[in-house]
């Protein structure tokens, strides 16, 4: 039923199915149904071009180009719209560590050999830093690296 209404539209289907997909995309997270949604658009406008005479473009080759556009569209769209995790406002507000960098501790374990602990209000945290610190220096927190606040000395 569905085969034989898609067969009836023709080349319009697939400016329906590109429709649809690029709704879908504004209703689910992410930047990925876009390029499904411009390949059935390509599709469809190639099918109606040769509308008159389709006898070379099956619906086979239809979908094989359209699996093939959309792949290459995927991965160009990824190069030119990369999704940059790190310096995403969310993701550092949900960064527990993120919220330490910039205050000031005191070292409650000296540092050697580049580890050490320090105290941020009642926790002891792990901390690294470059040089050697003696026990009760006070340390700046300037990042994280694994679980590990990275410090500097006052």
């Keep these: 039923m569905i085969q034989q209404w898609l067969a009836d539209l023709g080349p319009w289907s697939w400016f329906i199915i590109g429709l649809l997909l690029m709704l879908a995309e504004l209703i689910l997270p992410g930047v990925f149904l876009i390029?499904?949604?411009?390949s059935a658009l390509v599709i469809g406008t190639l099918t109606l071009i040769s509308f008159t005479d389709v006898s070379w473009w099956p619906w086979q080759a239809q979908i094989v180009a359209f699996a093939v556009l959309s792949l290459v569209l995927a991965l160009v769209g990824r190069k030119l719209f990369p999704s940059d995790t790190k310096n995403d406002a969310a993701a550092r507000i949900n960064d527990p560590l993120s919220r330490h960098v910039g205050s000031e501790a005191t070292l409650e374990q000296a540092i050697e050999n580049g580890t050490g602990r320090i105290k941020l209000g009642d926790?002891?945290?792990?901390?690294?830093?470059?040089?050697?610190l003696p026990k009760g220096a006070k340390v700046k927190v300037i990042?994280?690296?694994?679980?590990?606040?990275q410090v500097e000395a006052v």
């Design 143 to 149: 990042g994280h690296n694994e679980g590990v606040l």
């Design 35 to 38: 390029w499904f949604g411009i």
């Design 123 to 132: 926790t002891i945290w792990r901390a690294s830093c470059a040089s050697d």
